[in-house]
């Protein structure tokens, strides 16, 4: 009963700092009964998502979890009754009412009763949208840099190559004639030189 009477202490004062929270931000505040499956929210599941037609459940909130990040959700919740943990963060994708989904980071605080089984959670949903769009957005750019500069360098490198045949071959002959083994010289140090710069090119966007 006594941690029971600790842990429904901390939870009221993070009710009354999300509710405060809630107040000054747009963040989507929930509280879920376990046992029972009720589910309300705050006001900012309006603000973010335009949901104005919401069912006091856990099933609601559930069904409007893209599919591809449900089992990861379901994951995460899971493995923190299992290991009666209070706190956790989980970023999914999360629908609007016009159908388009949102990605939300999700931090929430579970209370566990003198058994150590789950009965209440709260929890927080940020929309970061602009940040993953702006991360992914990066990332394909990169993956694109990377591509050029695969094909340019190896379109270089093709007549590269011919030029360094052409080189060993002119080398071969030049043993009589001092100005064009001279001429062979600098034009193997060049190719060596353009050969190491393509090689480089090639490592840093690896």
């Not at 990040?69 to 009666?84: I, R, W």
């Not at 209370?111 to 949208?129: C, M």
């Not at 769009?133 to 694109?144: C, D, G, I, P, S």
Request: proline share 2%; net charge negative.
């Amino acid at each position: 009963m006594a941690r029971l009477k600790i842990e429904e202490e901390k939870y009221n004062n993070l009710l009354t700092r999300f509710n405060t929270l809630s107040k000054a931000t747009s963040d989507a505040i929930w509280d879920l009964d376990i046992k029972s499956g009720y589910m309300v929210w705050n006001k900012g599941i309006v603000g973010i998502f335009g949901h104005r037609d919401i069912a006091p459940t856990r099933e609601w909130w559930l069904s409007h979890i893209h599919p591809e990040d449900l089992d990861l959700v379901l994951n995460e919740f899971e493995q923190l009754f299992k290991n009666h943990k209070n706190r956790t963060k989980t970023e999914y994708r999360f629908r609007c009412a016009d159908g388009t989904y949102k990605s939300v980071l999700d931090r929430s605080f579970t209370l566990f009763d003198e058994e150590e089984k789950p009965v209440r959670i709260i929890g927080s949903i940020q929309d970061i949208t602009e940040r993953v769009n702006y991360v992914n957005a990066m990332q394909e750019q990169n993956v694109r840099l990377r591509e050029i500069s695969w094909i340019q360098s190896h379109e270089v490198r093709a007549p590269l190559a011919r030029i360094m045949g052409l080189v060993k071959l002119l080398d071969a002959t030049a043993e009589t004639h001092p100005d064009v083994k001279e001429l062979v010289g600098h034009l193997s140090g060049s190719a060596a030189e353009l050969d190491n710069v393509i090689s480089n090119i090639l490592k840093r966007t690896s």
